[in-house]
């Protein structure tokens, strides 16, 4: 009997034993096609020489010295590789082990930056309703990812969340899309003033957003609007781009899609391709000067901060997304891949969208095409797709409550980006697979 505490009590996983480019291996010698990089993870795919060497000179050389001592020459030279690449004024890096905790420091920096400027009154967060940001306490409270929340409600601090702009349900029949994103923008200001127009911390969002609706990206001049409602009214835009960041969606931040920028960047997953768990947030000279300038010390910390063998593999993988041409390799595969799909399944009678950005696609499933009607949460719609492609040989990222948190069913797909033409189609024939056994 195993002693591992899993995800799912009742039902114990299959055991991984070996990675090879875009496939895993059981230890009965099944292959599966990672169709979703785990959790959109594993963008070089598995067991790259490069990689896997990096790791083994950094672990020889330094495995491990406190930051509260140290920095160390990968935690730098990556640091430098980012913010040469970042958008606009970001200028500082925190490195941290993951996603969730890439969120958490954005917000205490937020608030800290405030305290130091002298403006203490601003205390409230923003987010929007169906995005989620981490399992963390204050990212789960940021989040709006209604199931994730629900047991933990009483000991979540407040956060107010607006509509997110999701097009394919919520646009009106006789709205452009371009109107469409300027409300639902404008639902930010609206609730900034409700708050006060001098109380708001920041408002978070996610470029595209991942798990909790499948592959969203916003409206063309959704996210400038939101860019001048910020500064307006001196309200800090943190974007998490822990999932759609690092290249996933064609661009190696996700925000250059949107020409914008924001205060505060969080990535992680891509970042350590699978290969180390690292994360970060970044962040502009404004904000790191703030602190210089007042305190001179975030009140933060992890124990594995800037962790040299960890920033060492990032750097390797970050190096190999840009001197590979991977960028634009997503760019072109991702085109292919959401062909490939729409191919497939766009006239499929339970499949209401294709949808997505670079290899970050979705595909929202629905009880009713004309009328957009989702399935009834007790068919389990989402459940019974992850079983039945991953019986076929697929990994991806099946979920339910696309819509409010309840109603609602997708499946995200988020490949290496090393994925071929002949693997598309292996992906596409295999989500067939699991359609047909779904939707009999």
């Keep these: 009997m195993s002693h591992v505490f899993p995800r799912h009590n009742l039902a114990p996983p299959a055991k991984a034993v070996r990675g090879d480019g875009c496939y895993l291996y059981d230890d009965a010698g099944k292959q599966y096609f990672d169709g979703s990089g785990g959790a959109a993870v594993s963008c070089l795919g598995h067991g790259d020489p490069e990689i896997v060497q990096a790791i083994k000179d950094q672990a020889e050389s330094l495995a491990y010295a406190h930051t509260g001592f140290f920095t160390s020459d990968p935690a730098e030279a990556l640091a430098d590789l980012l913010i040469q690449h970042a958008p606009g004024d970001l200028d500082r890096v925190y490195f941290v082990s993951g996603g969730s905790e890439a969120v958490e420091a954005a917000l205490k920096l937020a608030r800290q930056y405030f305290l130091e400027i002298g403006e203490p009154q601003r205390r409230h967060v923003i987010a929007r309703r169906q995005s989620y940001h981490g399992n963390t306490l204050g990212a789960l409270a940021t989040g709006g990812n209604a199931w994730r929340r629900a047991q ?38 609206d609730e900034i003033l409700r708050l006060g127009r001098d109380s708001v911390i920041a408002f978070v969002a996610e470029p595209v957003v991942g798990a909790t609706m499948g592959a969203v990206p916003a409206v063309e001049g959704y996210f400038q609007r939101i860019r001048e409602i910020c500064d307006q009214y001196g309200v800090l835009l943190i974007l998490d781009e822990v999932m759609c960041g690092m290249g996933r969606v064609g661009h190696l931040f996700a925000c250059d899609a949107e020409n914008v920028t924001p205060d505060i960047l969080c990535i992680a997953k891509g970042l350590g391709a699978g290969y180390q768990p690292i994360g970060a947030m970044l962040c502009t000279d404004r904000i790191y000067d703030a602190i210089s300038k007042g305190s001179g010390f975030f009140q933060h910390g992890h124990t594995y901060l800037g962790h040299p063998v960890a920033c060492a593999t990032s750097l390797a993988v970050v190096k190999a997304i840009l001197g590979r041409g991977l960028v634009p390799k997503v760019q072109e595969q991702g085109e292919k891949l959401s062909k490939a799909v729409s191919e497939r399944f766009g006239q499929h009678p339970h499949v209401g969208d294709i949808r997505g950005r670079g290899l970050f696609r979705g595909i929202e499933f629905v009880a009713d095409r004309e009328t957009k009607t989702p399935f009834e949460p007790a068919q389990n719609v989402a459940g019974r797709f992850k079983k039945a492609a991953f019986e076929a040989g697929l990994i991806c990222y099946p979920m339910r409550g696309t819509r409010d948190g309840n109603l609602g069913d997708h499946v995200l797909l988020a490949p290496p980006f090393i994925i071929s033409d002949e693997q598309i189609g292996e992906v596409v024939d295999k989500l067939a697979v699991a359609c047909d056994h779904v939707f009999v």
């Design 152 to 189: 933990f409600e009483p000991i979540l601090m407040d956060v107010s969340h607006i509509a997110p702009c999701y097009e394919y349900v919520d646009r009106g029949v006789d709205e452009t899309s371009f109107a469409y994103g300027q409300r639902v923008a404008q639902e930010l200001e």
